[in-house]
């Protein structure tokens, strides 16, 4: 009796070895879950703070490009007021350029913009992608654990396993 107690400490010893390790990776991953997700949430909040300043930056270009077509607009009033014709096709010369480079502004921030969100898609599907994975990895993970536990448990209280009926000998 002594050889049967003493190897089925050793083997629950092992037991209780094996799911040690094993909720260790567990806590492991699920920090370095916690840690990924972390890191991401920081990049869009960088990156959110990004835009906002890109955005502002553009408003303010394009304020003092809008003061600066005011200005050209009104220096060419005031130089062309004696010659009424020449004032207006000037006039009419510096709306349509204006309105063509406000077109092609606006349609280049327009394009930047909808490259901006497609990339901001892109990646957010690719982490949500990463985390279901990671999530279907971490379950597996878990499930093979409860299996171990069930399974030392089971063996801790001495529950007899279910073993094949021996084929009898011919005498």
Known sequence: MGKIKTD???????????AKARHAGLRQTHRA?????????????????????????????????????????????????KKAVARKAALSVSRHRSCARLGR????????????????QTEVRAIQSSVAKLRGDVQAMMQGIASDVAEATRMWRGEPQRQPARPKRAR
């Open 8 to 18: 089925m400490k050793k083997l629950v010893n092992k037991v209780h070895s094996s």
């Open 33 to 81: 879950t916690h840690a990924l997700l972390a890191s991401h949430s920081k990049e869009q909040r960088d990156r959110a703070v990004q835009l906002a300043a890109d955005a502002k930056a553009l408003g303010k270009t394009l304020a003092r490009q809008t003061a600066a077509r005011k200005k050209s607009a009104s220096d060419l009033k005031s130089a062309l007021g």
């Open 105 to 120: 502004q606006r349609a280049a921030r327009l394009q930047a913009a909808q490259a901006s969100r497609q990339s901001a």
